[in-house]
């Protein structure tokens, strides 16, 4: 299916949870409303059609500027061969978005990432802690703003 | 001076004198209520050699059966994707052999490929040859360490000494082509930094001579060996939605009878030009998706490697080895975004890099293939022997240097 087709597919289903559709990328992306990005993802997944049975990558993107956080998801569709980009927009003070971890058991282990590095908050998550950095540490440093800690638990990065 | 040991029926009274006495013990089952039923936790790792690098697991273990598996990661913890953001885009390719060092030219590769997606560039021919004949020649090496280590997890000492003797070789003919043994940096956004000379093409093709025959000897060795079979088949076995829903790639997918390779079915680079098959577990000992058949996958892969090098060497064309204008600075569009996927030893990695028209990267994210695959553990090694958990981790062949970042 080509992108548009898919946005219809999406739309036609659960009207209102597509805002915007890029077809002029590389990836095509559709902007998904991100209280809906669950069902949205339930529909790509279980619709005969669609078929995307896996996820592929889940990221987290900062853009300070325009004051927003946003996951990324790229799809695919081993059954039918096709592939789609999703993004979900968040204020970068209140990012909240539901855990698609139900849906693609993938996502268990790339949300915990995203809430370690990010501190997107997954709404949903069945053991959302931090994964990579200690249990301990202060502040998200994907983030673009953060501020690089000089100690750690009596560590110092000073000479 | 020794004490008497009492024995049923005898006390030994204060000043020495054994002095018998009648002592009834009458043979009474413990309460079940008395019995210490606890679960016990055990750590497994960071620092255990079957955990292949800084793994943590702690295992919740009811005698010697494993109930529940959290794996604790990050112990390798470098924050490749910060460090990318603060580099140009040709500075990342040195941190990309630091996530699997033991595949570090397939690293290269997916970044190299991902950047030059984004900015639409073409490669020489030869170039891309070169990339698939260094590339595949790492798989090997890869594989053979994954070989090694997994015997050696098992208790088998030898393969680990052929796998490394044979690697070595492999090592070498990177060593004259880039100067390096690890960490290699071979790859360059446009081709490589080094051209392939005659000699080491003569090289390439005696290891080549040298190695494929060695594979049966493996099998001798290792692949039929009573022991090794009877302590792999039907352990974590992993059916096939399970691992399609978690996201599990590579061979482990393979072994699970899915017929999927990127290098296949969405071929990058040139290896759409390539004759090869895919070798799919088939159950042969236990079931279909065992630890036996992710063994097996990864040495059959390692024939079929031989044969892409042998054609690519002898497609191989006259020509650069690196485009030879190439941009000053490379700086993507502004905006541009791109999602490339290759096929690792151990799977799908994919490169997910946003450009904002400077010359650092605005975001790099890297889907690892270690990370993801390892996130099954917990699902599949409910009620395993402890032992076989160790099997386990072995037949994921896990780099923490990829999983951590």
């Not at chain 2, 492999?170 to 960490?183: K, N, P, Q, Y």
């Not at chain 2, 296949?264 to 058949?293: A, M, V």
Request: net charge negative; glycine share 8%; proline share 7%.
């Amino acid at each position: 299916m080509t992108p548009v087709e898919i946005r219809d597919r999406v739309e036609g289903a659960l009207p209102g949870a597509v805002l915007r559709l890029e077809t002029e990328a590389i990836d095509p992306w559709l902007l998904v409303e991100p209280a809906r990005i669950r069902e949205v993802c339930r529909l790509l997944r279980d619709d005969p059609d669609l078929a995307f049975g896996s996820l592929m990558c889940l990221s987290g993107v900062d853009w300070p500027k325009e004051n927003k956080l946003q996951v990324v998801y790229h799809l695919h569709s081993i059954e039918r061969g096709h592939r789609i980009v999703l993004k979900a927009d968040m204020p970068r003070d209140e990012p909240r978005v539901p855990s698609v971890e139900s849906v693609w058991k993938f996502a268990n282990w790339h949300e915990r990432e995203a809430y370690d590095l990010l501190g997107i908050v997954f709404e949903g998550h069945p053991d959302l802690r931090r994964i990579l950095l200690p249990f301990d540490w202060e502040g998200h440093p994907l983030r673009k703003d953060y501020v690089y800690p000089d100690t750690y638990r009596g560590i110092t990065n000073k000479p | 001076m020794s004490t008497p040991t009492p024995t049923e029926g005898s006390r030994t009274s204060r000043d020495g004198r054994s002095v018998t006495v009648e002592v009834k013990v009458p043979h009474v089952p413990l309460p079940p209520e008395d019995l210490d039923t606890d679960e016990m936790i055990l750590n497994m790792g960071p620092q255990h050699p079957s955990t292949h690098g800084v793994l943590r697991l702690e295992v919740t273990t009811d005698g010697e059966i494993v109930n529940q598996v959290r794996p604790f990661i990050g112990y390798l913890h470098r924050c490749f994707e910060k460090h990318s953001e603060k580099v140009g885009y040709p500075g990342v390719v040195p941190y990309t052999d630091r996530m699997d060092y033991l595949a570090a030219m397939n690293n290269n590769h997916g970044y190299v490929v991902t950047v030059e997606k984004l900015l639409e560039m073409e490669v020489p021919e030869r170039a891309e040859h070169i990339r698939v004949i260094v590339a595949e020649l790492n798989r090997i090496a890869s594989h053979l360490v994954a070989f090694g280590t997994y015997a050696l997890d098992i208790g088998a000492v030898t393969p680990f000494l052929y796998a490394f003797r044979e690697r070595e070789r492999i090592l070498d003919i990177f060593e004259m082509a880039c100067g390096a043994r690890l960490t290699y940096n071979y790859y360059r956004i446009g081709g490589v930094s080094g051209d392939l000379t005659p000699e080491m093409i003569g090289m390439i093709g005696e290891f080549l001579d040298y190695f494929e025959p060695k594979l049966k000897e493996y099998d001798n060795l290792l692949s039929y060996n009573k022991i090794f079979i009877e302590r792999t088949a039907g352990v974590g076995v992993i059916p096939l939605d399970m691992a399609l829903g978690y996201g599990i790639t590579g061979p482990m997918l393979r072994a699970c009878g899915m017929a999927w390779d990127l290098r296949k079915n969405d071929p990058y680079s040139i290896y759409d030009r390539f004759d090869f098959d895919l070798p799919l577990g088939e159950g042969l000992k236990g079931e279909k998706g065992d630890c036996y058949d992710r063994y097996m996958v990864r040495m059959r892969e390692m024939a079929q490697s031989c044969r892409i090098v042998r054609q690519a060497v002898e497609q191989l064309p006259e020509g650069d080895y690196i485009l030879p204008k190439l941009p000053k600075m490379i700086r993507p569009p502004k905006g541009a975004e791109v999602y490339v996927r290759t096929e690792t030893p151990r799977g799908e990695m994919g490169f997910y890099i946003v450009s904002d028209g400077t010359a650092n990267p605005w975001r790099v994210k890297v889907r690892s293939p270690c990370f993801t695959n390892l996130a099954i553990v917990p699902a599949i090694s409910h009620g395993v022997m402890l032992a076989d958990l160790v099997a386990i981790i072995g037949s994921i062949d896990i780099v923490l240097g990829e999983v951590d970042r």
